[in-house]
């Protein structure tokens, strides 16, 4: 059930000016056509927009979703110049379970790098994560089906997530219980490790840069600092598609010691 208000200013002759809409809400769910696909389930909703400029801007100024676990904040500005329209579009997530982060990513939006997160995050918890986007979209011409699309300007965001399993570079094994930093764009992921574990190895800190995200051929560069059994992170460096001690003629499980590096 919906509470709130809506404000119409136009003219004696019956064109609209402008409308604002506010709306609040309780427990029960949400669903945006093309935005939330699936159904949300949510605790509170609070939605306040704008239409102005005869209807050439359209303002979400805020859409808030109190969720059982955390909670889900947009905002969007779309403003027509011309034919085509530029949007704007802006997004937070703030204690969220990092299994349920495919239910409040929009598909659409910033699909590379949603496909990366979601294909190589899994546990823990994201405690922020951040979104904006710029674009602009072209209308279909002369009336037809076919829009000639979306095109994104800008886009970039971060997050920052504790407990979380990555995985990093299929199919070396991945770090569990790990805590970092991230920032991304459509082309790349870049990881600030805090902390974590690869296997019995105790991950101190580290980075790891992921590049051409939306490519078939994904790049990586690791430098991290780890500390353990010396024959586990050459077992590391021997896992495919590394092969690195193999192709020297040397066996991991015959080498033990201890490493920091």
């Known amino acids: 059930v919906f509470s709130g208000n809506l404000d119409l200013a136009g003219t004696?002759?019956?064109?609209?000016?402008?409308?604002?809409?506010?709306?609040?809400?309780?427990?029960?769910?949400?669903?945006?056509?093309?935005?939330?696909?699936?159904?949300?389930?949510?605790?509170?909703?609070?939605?306040?927009?704008?239409?102005?400029?005869?209807?050439?801007?359209?303002?979400?100024s805020e859409a808030v979703l109190d969720l059982a676990q955390g909670?889900?904040?947009?905002?969007?500005v779309a403003t027509k110049h011309g034919g085509d329209w530029s949007l704007r579009f802006?997004?937070?997530?703030?204690?969220?379970?990092?299994?349920?982060?495919?239910?409040?990513?929009?598909?659409?939006?910033?699909?590379?790098?949603?496909?990366?997160?979601?294909l190589n995050l899994t546990e823990g918890r994201v405690s922020?994560?951040?979104?904006?986007?710029?674009?602009?979209?072209?209308?279909?011409?002369?009336g037809g089906e076919a829009a000639s699309g979306v095109t994104v300007e800008s886009l970039h965001g971060g997050i920052t997530v504790e407990g979380i399993s990555v995985n990093?570079?299929?199919?070396?094994?991945?770090?569990?219980?790990?805590r970092a930093d991230m920032t991304f764009t459509d082309q790349q992921f870049d990881i600030a490790v805090r902390g974590g574990r690869l296997r019995d190895l105790s991950v101190d800190s580290g980075r790891v840069l992921i590049t051409d995200i939306s490519g078939y051929n994904p790049k990586i560069?690791?430098?991290?600092?780890?500390?353990?059994?010396?024959?586990?992170?050459?077992?590391?460096?021997?896992?495919?598609?590394?092969?690195f001690l193999s192709d020297l003629g040397l066996d991991p499980k015959a080498i033990s010691g201890a490493t920091a590096a």
Do not use: C
């Open 221 to 243: 560069a690791i430098d991290v600092t780890v500390r353990g059994p010396l024959q586990t992170a050459l077992t590391v460096l021997d896992s495919k598609p590394l092969e």
């Open 12 to 60: 004696v002759d019956g064109v609209m000016d402008s409308m604002s809409i506010e709306l609040a809400g309780g427990a029960g769910s949400v669903r945006v056509a093309k935005l939330l696909p699936d159904p949300v389930a949510v605790t509170g909703v609070r939605l306040k927009t704008e239409v102005t400029d005869n209807g050439d801007q359209i303002r979400l």
């Open 128 to 142: 922020d994560a951040s979104l904006s986007l710029v674009a602009r979209y072209a209308p279909p011409a002369n």
């Open 71 to 76: 909670s889900l904040a947009m905002n969007a």
């Open 90 to 118: 802006g997004a937070r997530a703030t204690g969220v379970p990092t299994n349920d982060i495919r239910k409040y990513w929009p598909p659409a939006a910033a699909e590379s790098a949603r496909r990366w997160v979601l």
């Open 168 to 178: 990093y570079f299929h199919p070396l094994p991945g770090i569990t219980d790990g």
